[in-house]
């Protein structure tokens, strides 16, 4: 616990402790000195305020137990143990016992789920559509091959070998029936007998071949377009399997939107992720806070997010009993905001990122 001891109003200030390498929720490092040198996006904007309401205010710091049960800070925040809670609160209904600050940032409802790598996706799409079409090719490919051995049999003279063996000239016939219709027409025309029913024989037949692969190939086409995407978001939520944590306002937005969620209680993040990983042929993703996904997948280029399913403005939370504390918080915020303030420590820890609203208030 850190004091300041003068006669001002002193505030009880909890802050709400992430892993060593969270960007968004307060973390430290340990100064030459023994100190503890706090950092993270919640606390870079929580000390600039304490430092304009340092003339008003002293600031006991607490630190609070690493879970992603935030009822349990909430419950602490309303009975009086704390003052105000450092991190971003979601602005749930059920949170009315406490006064929620003006918001400081904007978090997206993620899932992080392993990369799968799109080869072997599209492989696992095509492969049944494929074996019925190889089918359908060697079936043709042999009907070919039986006209071209008993309508164009003069073709064996072109061979002192097929001339003399009917057994080699009919697998030769039939080989270049199914050669042709895999594209394959140089033996076809080339040892067509010349007259004019093997000349119109192979004709038709390099014709008809060439518009099957053609059409085999737009159907493969059009399946590998009109494929179900694999990314998951909020219009096939239904479809997987996720866990998440219990009672936490991430898992149950994405649940709203019909995925089956296994809930985990007293997990960290880092540990719902490990249990994902370790049991991938029953869980699909895991869902987290987008500022939390968003460092996993910074460092491990096989995991992927998706931030499809709504955003939420996230707060510091204050006792209901500090009416004009909380309204100068709120001022601070509301400066911080308009001078840009926020929205610099954000991109200094998130980086300018287009399509996630994390550093968006302006």
Same mark, same amino acid.
């Given at each position: 616990m850190i004091t300041n001891l003068n006669s001002k109003e002193t505030i009880r200030v909890l802050l709400i402790m992430g892993n060593n390498d969270s960007k968004f929720n307060t973390t430290y490092i340990t100064a030459l000195d023994g100190q503890k040198v706090y950092k993270g996006f919640n606390w870079d904007i929580w000390s600039e305020i304490q430092e304009r309401l340092g003339n008003k205010y002293n600031f006991e710091?607490?630190?609070s137990d690493k879970t992603k049960n935030y009822d349990i800070f909430v419950n602490e925040i309303?009975?009086?143990?704390y003052d105000i809670a450092i991190s971003g609160f979601t602005h749930l209904s059920t949170r009315q016992d406490v006064k929620i600050c003006i918001p400081h940032a904007i978090t997206s409802n993620a899932i992080v789920y392993k990369h799968k790598p799109e080869l072997i996706e599209d492989f696992k799409d095509i492969v049944g559509t494929l074996l019925t079409v190889l089918l359908y090719l060697v !079936?043709?490919?042999? #009907?070919?091959?039986? !006209?071209?051995?008993? #309508?164009?049999?003069?073709?064996?003279?072109h061979s002192e070998r097929l001339k003399k063996n009917d057994s080699l000239f009919f697998l030769r016939s039939i080989l270049t029936g199914i050669a042709s219709i895999y594209g394959e027409m140089g033996y076809l025309a080339e040892r067509s007998s010349l007259k004019i029913s093997g000349v119109l024989i192979s004709v038709v037949?390099?014709?008809i071949c060439f518009i099957l692969v053609m059409y085999f190939q737009a159907e493969i086409t059009k399946i590998m377009l009109t494929r179900d995407n694999k990314a998951?978001?909020?219009?096939?939520?239904a479809k997987f399997k996720l866990l998440g944590?219990?009672?936490?306002?991430d898992a149950l937005k994405v649940k709203r939107y019909g995925a089956e969620v296994d809930f985990m209680e007293d997990k960290t993040s880092e540990e719902l992720l490990r249990h994902y990983l370790n049991n991938t042929d029953k869980y699909d993703g895991c869902i987290m806070p987008y500022h939390e996904a968003f460092i996993f997948v910074e460092k491990n280029s096989y995991l992927q997010y998706s931030a499809d399913f709504g955003n939420e403005p996230c707060s510091f939370i204050v006792n209901k009993e500090k009416d004009t504390f909380y309204h100068d918080v709120n001022r601070e915020i509301a400066h911080l905001r308009e001078e840009k303030r926020i929205q610099k420590i954000c991109i200094s820890y998130f980086g300018d990122i287009q399509h996630i609203p994390m550093c968006s208030l302006t």
């Open positions: 710091i607490y630190e309303r009975d009086g143990k !079936i043709i490919g042999l #009907f070919f091959g039986l !006209i071209l051995y008993f #309508f164009d049999p003069t073709r064996r003279l037949m390099m014709s998951i978001n909020h219009y096939n939520a944590h219990k009672d936490n306002s």
